[in-house]
């Protein structure tokens, strides 16, 4: 397969084979990138259950059976059914109902959707914050970068539950709080990932050269520094992503996190902790597992990022 | 030596203050602790004195400074709901949490070396690829969520361990403590594996990569020239030199223990001071919440600069640099 492009040896021969098709002798970063990554089918396979996650999520309205937080749709003489019994209307409940007669499958798909929300939010607006500290803190220098490192490690140094146990206990309850807390947990990770990252850009000819045209310092940070440290970021990000999902999960369990009008995967888990001694195992048990594969998704799809896109391991 | 001491007490120092002025006045800022402790149908004289006594009518700084002035003499203020000194609340709590604390420590060595060496040993084997895959299990696993299952298939479905509570406590030097009593022990296993899942995976992993440099070096195949067996080998040669790793980030992770105890607190019912936290902070519990804080901060502040000097002791290459510096 490999003999029609003899120039693209680089990325192994799959990959060569596959750009020669379709080019000929090219090979963009794009594809390079697709064919590492293909290397663990264990990563591919990750990458789309977490796009079936996402898909279901987005969807929930659509696809659930009913709409668990609609009074109308729940009657408690349907409570804690096991799965696969039917209702008193007539449908079945593929994954039980819980205490106030939900049905479980239904509250999975909104609370993964509220899980998923959080986490990528605040993971995203943490991003969007620890980018810009770690850019002024590279590119400043001086006491400047000190002052923020030194919170930065300070903050680095107790344990993110601790932190934002911290938070919430100031914060308080509320789906506006949870995610401010997220964010300060999280900002700190980013911040030090891209002034770490930016630092070397920083000392490299081409940010000179753009520096010598007269280009304005917020350009030269945002369009030719920014971009050169996207890489660690993303797997950064990605790997946060999936700590704040499980983070925001465990402040729901311990009841600290969101109210019970936006019930997420922990708080469904947390409701059915309560039953599950009396053998309702199914109310815990469900939304618990759908919480494990988010994460561990999204963890193997970080795991092979970060080897894909760390040019010391690139062959 | 010294000086590095002395910059790091400094800089713990400042640690400190920083913490207790972000606590103090974060949690002075959410909801007004007056409301807790007054009913709206008080008399409006009785609703001052209690305002006064606790002193929320004093702008904040001057609460700020007389909690301070108080704290250096070991009064954190009574807490408003079990109206008793909330350091006193918190300290007859902490054997509990540090005892669950130390049975994880245990658990992580007695348990992650062997498991860590052996995968290092033999990297390409079946069962050390299925260590390595338990270990990231471990790593993206909710701390909770494996508490549950552990209630769930121990305690509800075999019925072989107790899932709530310490059991029956001895005292030691006044101090209860579950570990010495059958009951207590079988009390202590299911929250202690839970707590110490995490901190397994960290040192198998550390102890793989340790023992996959260490077993490459030159003294190891001088080892082995000389005769000497591979058991001894392993237990003297390469567990001596990956111990350093494994000491410097278990003592660091003892003070995320403590933390992390929190949430396995809560899920095993254990009367520890995470509990009381949680506790706390649904109720409010002003004194309480600021004097945990406060004592955690303290402690993973003292935890970083012993394990920084354990550090210096166990590595000459540390001290010998600073020697020089």
Same mark, same amino acid.
């Given at each position: 397969?490999?003999?029609?492009?003899?120039?693209?040896?680089?990325?192994?021969?799959?990959?060569?084979?596959?750009?020669?098709?379709?080019?000929?002798?090219?090979?963009?970063?794009?594809?390079?990138?697709?064919?590492?990554?293909?290397?663990?089918?264990?990563?591919?396979?990750?990458?789309?259950?977490?796009?079936?996650?996402?898909?279901?999520?987005?969807?929930?309205?659509?696809?659930?059976?009913? =709409?668990?937080?609609?009074?109308?749709?729940? @009657?408690?003489?349907?409570?804690?059914?096991?799965?696969?019994?039917?209702?008193?209307?007539?449908?079945?409940?593929?994954?039980?109902?819980?205490?106030?007669?939900?049905?479980?499958?239904? &509250?999975?798909?909104?609370?993964?959707?509220?899980?998923?929300?959080?986490?990528?939010?605040?993971?995203?607006?943490?991003?969007?914050?620890?980018?810009?500290?770690?850019?002024? &803190?590279?590119?400043?220098?001086?006491?400047?970068?000190?002052?923020?490192?030194?919170?930065?490690?300070?903050?680095?140094?107790?344990?993110?539950?601790?932190?934002?146990?911290?938070?919430?206990?100031?914060?308080?309850?509320?789906?506006?709080?949870?995610?401010?807390?997220?964010?300060?947990?999280?900002?700190?990770?980013?911040?030090?990932?891209?002034?770490? =990252? &930016?630092?070397?850009?920083?000392?490299?000819?081409? !940010?000179?050269?753009?520096?010598?045209?007269?280009?304005?310092?917020?350009?030269?940070?945002?369009?030719?520094?920014?971009?050169?440290?996207?890489?660690?970021?993303?797997?950064?990000?990605?790997?946060?992503?999936?700590?704040?999902?499980?983070?925001?999960?465990?402040? @729901?369990?311990?009841?600290?996190?969101?109210?019970?009008?936006?019930?997420?995967?922990?708080?469904?888990?947390? =409701?059915?902790?309560?039953?599950?001694?009396?053998?309702?195992?199914?109310?815990?048990?469900?939304?618990?597992?759908?919480?494990?594969?988010?994460?561990? &998704?999204?963890?193997? !799809?970080?795991?092979?990022?970060?080897?894909?896109? =760390?040019?010391?391991?690139?062959? | 030596?010294?000086?590095?001491?002395?910059?790091?007490?400094?800089?713990?120092?400042?640690?400190?203050?920083?913490?207790?002025?972000?606590?103090? *006045?974060?949690?002075?800022?959410?909801?007004?602790?007056?409301?807790?402790?007054?009913? /709206?149908?008080?008399?409006?004289?009785?609703?001052?004195?209690?305002?006064?006594?606790? $002193?929320?009518?004093?702008?904040?700084?001057?609460?700020?400074?007389?909690?301070?002035?108080?704290? +250096?003499?070991?009064?954190?203020?009574?807490?408003?709901? *079990?109206?008793?000194?909330?350091?006193?609340?918190?300290?007859?709590?902490? /054997?509990?949490?540090?005892?669950?604390?130390?049975?994880?420590?245990?658990?992580?060595?007695?348990?992650?070396?062997?498991?860590?060496?052996?995968? %290092?040993?033999?990297?390409?084997?079946? +069962?050390?690829?299925?260590?390595? %895959? $338990?270990?990231?299990?471990?790593?993206?696993?909710?701390?909770?969520?494996?508490?549950?299952?552990?209630?769930?298939? *121990?305690?509800?479905?075999?019925?072989?361990?107790?899932?709530?509570?310490?059991?029956?406590?001895?005292?030691?030097?006044?101090?209860?403590?579950?570990?010495?009593?059958?009951?207590?022990?079988?009390?202590?296993?299911?929250?202690?594996?839970?707590?110490?899942?995490?901190?397994?995976?960290?040192?198998?992993? +550390?102890?793989?990569?340790?023992?996959?440099?260490?077993?490459?070096?030159?003294?190891?195949?001088?080892?082995?020239?000389?005769?000497?067996?591979?058991?001894?080998?392993?237990?003297?040669?390469?567990?001596?030199?990956?111990?350093?790793?494994?000491?410097?980030?278990?003592?660091?992770?003892?003070?995320?223990?403590?933390?992390?105890?929190?949430?396995?607190?809560?899920?095993?019912?254990? /009367?520890?001071? $995470?509990?009381?936290?949680?506790?706390?902070?649904?109720?409010?519990?002003?004194?309480?919440?600021? %004097?945990?804080?406060?004592?955690?901060?303290?402690?993973?502040?003292?935890?970083? +600069?012993?394990?920084?000097?354990?550090?210096?002791?166990?590595? /000459?290459?540390?001290?010998?640099?600073?020697?020089?510096?």
């Amino acid at each position: 397969m490999s003999v029609e492009a003899p120039d693209a040896g680089l990325a192994g021969s799959e990959a060569a084979g596959e750009a020669g098709k379709a080019r000929g002798r090219v090979e963009t970063p794009l594809k390079r990138f697709v064919s590492d990554y293909a290397e663990s089918p264990l990563a591919v396979v990750a990458f789309f259950v977490f796009l079936a996650i996402v898909a279901v999520a987005l969807l929930a309205p659509v696809l659930a059976p009913q =709409n668990p937080y609609d009074l109308a749709q729940v @009657s408690v003489l349907d409570s804690r059914l096991p799965p696969g019994e039917v209702s008193m209307e007539g449908y079945t409940f593929l994954l039980g109902t819980d205490g106030s007669g939900r049905d479980m499958f239904s &509250a999975i798909l909104y609370g993964l959707r509220i899980s998923l929300a959080v986490g990528v939010l605040s993971g995203l607006l943490a991003m969007t914050v620890g980018m810009a500290i770690g850019l002024v &803190a590279a590119y400043a220098g001086g006491r400047v970068e000190t002052v923020i490192m030194r919170i930065v490690d300070l903050q680095l140094s107790f344990p993110a539950v601790l932190v934002a146990l911290m938070l919430v206990a100031i914060l308080g309850k509320g789906i506006d709080k949870i995610i401010i807390a997220l964010i300060i947990v999280q900002w700190a990770y980013y911040a030090r990932t891209v002034r770490g =990252n &930016a630092l070397v850009e920083r000392r490299k000819e081409y !940010v000179e050269a753009a520096q010598c045209l007269g280009l304005p310092h917020r350009r030269v940070v945002f369009r030719h520094i920014l971009p050169n440290c996207l890489a660690p970021l993303i797997v950064v990000a990605t790997v946060q992503t999936a700590h704040a999902i499980s983070l925001e999960a465990t402040l @729901s369990f311990l009841g600290l996190g969101l109210p019970p009008t936006e019930p997420s995967l922990g708080l469904l888990i947390a =409701n059915g902790f309560q039953y599950m001694l009396s053998g309702s195992y199914w109310i815990s048990i469900f939304p618990g597992l759908a919480l494990l594969i988010t994460i561990v &998704a999204i963890n193997l !799809v970080g795991d092979q990022l970060r080897d894909v896109l =760390n040019p010391r391991l690139r062959r | 030596m010294s000086a590095f001491i002395l910059r790091r007490l400094f800089q713990s120092a400042v640690a400190v203050i920083v913490m207790s002025l972000l606590v103090f *006045f974060g949690v002075s800022v959410v909801g007004d602790p007056v409301y807790m402790l007054i009913s /709206p149908d008080m008399p409006q004289a009785e609703i001052e004195a209690t305002i006064k006594q606790f $002193g929320f009518d004093r702008p904040i700084w001057e609460q700020y400074f007389l909690f301070v002035k108080n704290a +250096l003499q070991g009064d954190l203020g009574n807490s408003f709901i *079990f109206a008793e000194p909330a350091l006193k609340l918190i300290v007859e709590r902490m /054997p509990a949490t540090l005892e669950l604390a130390l049975a994880a420590v245990l658990m992580a060595i007695v348990l992650g070396i062997p498991l860590g060496v052996y995968a %290092g040993l033999k990297p390409h084997s079946v +069962l050390s690829k299925t260590i390595m %895959g $338990g270990s990231i299990l471990g790593f993206s696993l909710p701390t909770f969520w494996v508490g549950i299952m552990l209630i769930m298939i *121990f305690a509800v479905v075999l019925g072989w361990l107790p899932s709530t509570g310490r059991g029956e406590t001895v005292n030691v030097f006044g101090v209860p403590v579950s570990f010495l009593t059958l009951d207590g022990l079988t009390h202590l296993l299911l929250p202690a594996f839970n707590l110490a899942l995490l901190k397994i995976s960290l040192v198998i992993r +550390l102890a793989r990569a340790g023992t996959l440099e260490v077993y490459h070096q030159d003294y190891i195949k001088f080892a082995r020239a000389k005769g000497l067996s591979s058991r001894r080998i392993v237990f003297v040669h390469v567990l001596k030199n990956i111990m350093i790793p494994v000491v410097t980030v278990l003592g660091l992770e003892f003070g995320n223990l403590v933390a992390f105890s929190v949430v396995t607190e809560t899920i095993f019912a254990w /009367p520890g001071m $995470g509990k009381l936290l949680i506790g706390s902070i649904q109720t409010l519990d002003r004194p309480v919440i600021v %004097g945990y804080l406060l004592l955690i901060t303290v402690m993973f502040v003292i935890i970083n +600069l012993i394990v920084d000097v354990l550090y210096s002791l166990l590595d /000459p290459r540390v001290r010998l640099a600073d020697r020089g510096a």
